[in-house]
């Protein structure tokens, strides 16, 4: 709500609406007294010019004037909100402030004056005075009243400027910078021409990354929490990374929970069906053309085993241990169709060691004494997905797939 030019005078209801709005404005919770909130209702009410520095009366003002409006404030909170009752009533409906006529020229009128020297009212000197006593645009907080309110006439000149010659606004700008800095001099022009030109284009360049691909990073640069941070601190007037939060997030989704392995074996194991979950939700997220519901997918998987893992305890001394890794590739992906199974995908390289998913690391050799305790475990995961198959929701999309593994790396 703008009272200006409306009332000539304001009600403490009136009061508590502007301040509302401002505190809005300014991201500010409008039950404190605050120095800016102050001056801005000072400006709308025409007590108060928008000079770039204010004189001790002003500063006077200032400071009394969020007493009095805090005050009244205060008193309708004290009420709890409870506007209906006929004591806020008539409280609400109390004169608080007399409107004036504003101590000095608004600015859209300067404005509009100094484009206009046939309709100004201000000769040089004067118009040289109001011009220095009027703060930038930069110094402004952005958002604020006094903003948007100088913005208002240049915003609505660029939008008919626009209309007339048929284009967006936007793209209207974009022009209007590449042109004012492409046969600039100065430093950072030809970097400002080039932004303009990609907005008049409307070829603007993608500045962030995805969570997956941040992880991504974090993983590879074996970056802790702390460097992530300051990396993207860093970072942030050029590229925008997700936060550490939504990362961590991700890095939960993507990594299956974990299963519980014999009491005698030393190693990490993950569920197997939660393992081709994960790794599915990602591979149909990132091969949009396989927009289909129903798949048939082969996969081999198997244990291998490496030997002379060194392993140094507390002493200094050097234990030399096996380890056994079990893993999944997948080979190929069928689409179901019309019951018949069309080949959509097939793995170009699946011996390659980026093929493999792994599923478990277990100490030890790989002999029948260690595999015979958990090889089981997974057979029995095995049996159980072959049976059910999987189900697999991409946004609102739900796939359903087959499974057919075939162990034939052991």
């Given amino acids: 709500m703008d009272f200006e030019g409306e009332k000539e005078c304001w009600t403490n209801f009136d009061l508590l609406d502007a301040v509302k709005r401002i505190s809005a404005q300014n991201a500010l919770p409008y039950s404190k007294g605050h120095k800016i909130v102050a001056e801005e209702l000072l400006y709308e009410l025409g007590e108060l010019s928008i000079d770039c520095s204010q004189s001790d009366e002003d500063r006077s003002l200032v400071s009394n004037f969020r007493k009095t409006y805090f005050y009244v404030i205060q008193k309708f909170k004290s009420y709890r909100n409870n506007f209906e009752s006929p004591l806020v009533q008539d409280f609400g409906k ?6 004036k006529k504003r101590r000095s020229i608004d600015n859209s009128e300067v404005i509009m004056s100094s484009q206009d020297s046939n309709t100004s009212k201000i000769d040089g000197n004067e118009k040289m005075k109001v011009n220095r006593s009027m703060k930038s645009l930069q110094e402004l907080k952005l958002g604020s009243t006094q903003m948007r309110k100088r913005l208002k006439p240049i915003i609505e000149d660029v939008k008919q400027h626009a209309s007339v010659n048929d284009i967006e606004v936007t793209r209207l700008l974009g022009l209007l910078i590449h042109t004012i800095n492409y046969s600039a001099t100065g430093e950072g022009s030809k970097a400002k021409a080039a932004i303009g030109l990609s907005l008049f284009e409307d070829n603007i360049p993608e500045s962030e990354i995805t969570t997956v691909e941040a992880l991504s990073l974090m993983t590879n640069y074996k970056f802790g929490k702390r460097q992530y941070i300051n990396l993207r601190l860093d970072l942030k007037p050029y590229l925008l990374l997700p936060t550490y939060k939504n990362v961590k997030l991700c890095k939960d989704m993507l990594i299956p929970k974990l299963d519980i392995l014999p009491e005698s074996l030393v190693g990490v194991k993950y569920l197997y069906k939660k393992a081709l979950l994960n790794h ?13 519901t129903h798949y048939k997918v082969v996969i081999k998987d198997g244990c291998d085993s490496s030997g002379r893992h060194p392993v140094y305890n507390q002493q200094g001394t050097v234990n030399i241990h096996n380890i056994i890794s079990y893993m999944f590739v997948v080979l190929d992906i069928y689409e179901i169709k019309h019951e018949q199974n069309i080949l959509v995908y097939s793995e170009p390289l699946p011996n390659s060691p980026d093929a493999s998913r792994p599923i478990a690391l277990v100490m030890g050799k790989e002999n029948y004494e260690t595999l015979s305790e958990w090889i089981p475990i997974i057979q029995s995961e095995i049996s159980d997905i072959q049976e059910d198959g ?21």
């Fill in 280 to 292: 599915f939700s990602q591979f149909f997220q990132i091969h949009p053309e396989l927009n289909s």
């Fill in 390 to 410: 999987l189900c697999i929701k991409i946004d609102s999309r739900v796939v359903n797939l087959e499974i057919e593994i075939k162990s034939s790396m052991t």
């Fill in 94 to 99: 109390q004169i608080f402030w007399e409107v």
